[in-house]
Nanobody, 123 residues
Framework: QVQLVESGGGLVQAGGSLRLSCAPS????????MAWFRQPPGKERDFVAA????????AYADSMKGRFTISRDNAKNTVYLQMNSLKPEDTAVYYC????????????????WGQGTQVTVSS
């Protein structure tokens, strides 16, 4: 069964940091572009960051540039999202996604999704 399992969410004060992790259940993880999306309460699921299979290419939503960093360790079969200088408006469910091919910012391009992990930033 194909699965993406996220971890690392939680409650943090504004200005704090969290690191999310995502581990796919399949062995050919190194062939996938990976991404993070987020869905605030009552809103659409939006793009956060994406990374190519090699890690050489990354993309970020404008509001995350300079604060969030996506990375991957193919040897550990894991992709990460380091989130710094968190703001209350970063509160959302964060989803990991995977696709065969290059990284994109479009939600519909991704073939596999995790169940999401809640991130809550208090003011």
């Amino acid at each position: 069964q194909v699965q993406l399992v996220e971890s690392g969410g939680g409650l943090v004060q504004a200005g704090g940091s969290l690191r999310l992790s995502c581990a796919p259940s399949w062995r050919t993880f190194g062939s996938n572009a990976m991404a993070w999306f987020r869905q605030p309460p009552g809103k659409e699921r939006d793009f956060v960051a994406a990374i190519s299979w090699s890690g050489d290419s990354t993309a970020y939503a404008d509001s995350m540039k300079g604060r969030f960093t996506i990375s991957r360790d193919n040897a550990k079969n894991t992709v990460y999202l380091q989130m710094n200088s968190l703001k209350p408006e970063d509160t959302a469910v964060y989803y990991c996604a995977a696709r065969w091919g290059g990284p994109t910012t479009r939600r519909d391009d991704y073939h596999y999704w995790g169940q999401g992990t809640q991130v809550t930033v208090s003011s």
